[in-house]
């Protein structure tokens, strides 16, 4: 998948409205019930990509003006903003997906070239702004499958799939203690090697099938593992 920024908005886009889709479907039941993730409903998930929309925008438009912006307020800010946000009736919550998706967009479209090349202070630490865009692609659809609805890992493109995987790969080598395992993607002789590649097992399946299970958001029934045995347990992902 491209790195360019501006290359990458048309996946935004196409993103983002499949993720309206979803959310314009739910009614106030379904927004009251479990997501995938733990404490949080659907309308946690939606409240929360709506805030993080809002922080990248600081971001972006921290890299435009040099000023010191960071993306939440603070985390205890943040956190408070998706509480509040996650019992608003399904209107106001896709009202906000749609007004802070277009602020997003318009925020990239702003962006002179030069930029680009500013680093700015994410939530986790300092991030090339050059990638912000494909920061909240990777919110978008990773998020779209915690709603826990029709979406599935198998609906993300073959190139966000191998891009997101490797990502994830080396997110756990960097780890203190990188589980071996040796990632095999269906129909390829293409490799992911995390941590000692001898006698580590090989985990075969398909790209989105092996990123969503390596970040987490699948139990990896998909896959297959030589030798014959338990998937691997991968640690835990940002």
Known sequence: MTTDPLLLMGEVDAATSRLLRTAASFDAAD????????????????????????????????????????MYA?????????????????????????????????????????????????????????????????EIEVHHLDLAADYQAAHWSETFAHRLLREAASHHAMGPTPPSMVLRLDGTEHEVVIGERVGAPIVAGPAPDLAAWLIGRADGAPLSVVPDGPLPTPPEWI
Do not use: C, Y
């Open 31 to 70: 927004l009251a019930a479990a997501s995938l993730l733990p404490g949080w409903t659907r309308g946690h998930v939606l409240a929360h990509l709506a805030r993080n929309a809002d922080g990248f925008v600081n971001l972006l438009t921290s890299a435009r003006t040099g000023e010191a912006l960071p």
């Open 74 to 138: 603070s985390l205890e800010a943040r956190t408070a903003d998706i509480e509040a946000g996650s019992s608003r009736p399904p209107a106001e919550h896709l009202d906000d997906l749609r007004r802070t998706a277009d602020l997003f967009s318009e925020a990239v479209a702003a962006m002179p070239a030069d930029a680009w090349a500013a680093t700015v202070q994410a939530r986790k630490g300092p991030w090339p702004a050059a990638l912000l865009v494909w920061g909240r692609l990777r």
